[in-house]
């Protein structure tokens, strides 16, 4: 009995070694069917780790930098307007003289320069000529001793556009340029109106009226709207001629010349963003 006892628990034994006993097996998963068999652990894992790493939390510096969100009551960034040029010269002198477009203009624009700290004079006679000035009736002379300006405007030429042959105005130009002497001067032509067959004057003016520096109106601000005359600019038209000669005067005058109203050897309109430039200068 004792032998075999002994041979039954050896029998045991080897059938527990091959099949595992006291190992618990996994349960059949539920529906899987008779002899198949379930997906393995290391598929498992697998599919954990991929999904992890899908889902991966964001690294420590992004959760740092919270996105930045627009506030409901910021205002957008406003576009940078051109660099401030240095303000026009306070407690000097301009002298201008001229026809009704001198005076056209000379109005506003005294006004703007008596607000930056500039003393205007507006010398100014409807329906004068360039010899009249560039002689003796209109006293130029007198006016630039008296004065002792600065800054010299001239705005001549206007009576004279339908001159068949403008060159005939030559002398007088640069006889009237001469009495104005060595100081700063500016010619601002007058602008032209529509229908006009011939406008050879502005160019006489242009090449011969150094050195005063030619200010083409036309091609600075052409489209004036006019009173029912028909020639001269509407009073809104006035100011906005005189503003845009002070952004001129801003954009072109030398803050490093000699004298206070010496311009750059090159000039150039003024910036189309510079209008701003009227609120601070």
């Not at 059949?28 to 069917?33: D, H, S």
């Not at 576009?79 to 003289?97: C, M, W």
């Not at 506003?108 to 000035?133: D, F, M, Q």
């Not at 000669?245 to 510079?274: C, E, H, I, Y």
């Amino acid at each position: 009995m004792r032998l075999l006892a002994v041979l039954s628990a050896i029998t045991l034994a080897i059938g527990c070694s091959a099949i595992g006993c006291g190992a618990q097996q996994p349960d059949r998963p539920t529906g899987l069917p008779a002899g198949a068999s379930a997906p393995s652990t290391d598929a498992v894992v697998a599919t954990s780790t991929s999904a992890n790493l899908v889902t991966a939390s964001p690294s420590a510096s992004s959760a740092a930098e919270p996105p930045t969100v627009a506030s409901a009551t910021s205002k957008p960034e406003t576009p940078k307007a051109s660099a401030l040029p240095p303000p026009l010269p306070k407690g000097t002198t301009v002298l201008h003289v001229g026809d009704s477009m001198a005076d056209a203009l000379g109005k506003s624009l005294k006004r703007e320069l008596e607000k930056r700290g500039i003393k205007n004079v507006l010398e100014a006679k409807e329906a004068t000529y360039i010899p009249e000035w560039a002689g003796f009736k209109m006293e130029l002379s007198l006016h630039i001793a008296r004065r002792k300006p600065d800054l010299v405007i001239v705005t001549l030429g206007g009576n004279e556009v339908k001159m068949p042959d403008p060159t005939v105005r030559v002398d007088a130009i640069k006889r009237l340029v001469a009495k104005i002497g060595d100081r700063p001067c500016l010619w601002v032509a007058a602008p032209l109106w529509p229908g006009l067959t011939t406008t050879g004057i502005l160019d006489v003016i242009r090449d011969n009226c150094a050195p005063c520096i030619y200010v083409d109106t036309n091609e600075l601000i052409p489209d004036l709207k006019r009173l029912k005359d028909k020639v001269h600019p509407t009073i809104p038209e006035r100011r906005r001629w005189a503003k845009f000669m002070v952004r001129w005067l801003l954009q072109n005058r030398n803050p490093a010349g000699q004298r206070p109203w010496d311009f750059k050897a090159q000039q150039q309109a003024p910036p189309t963003d510079s209008e701003g430039w009227l609120d601070t200068r």
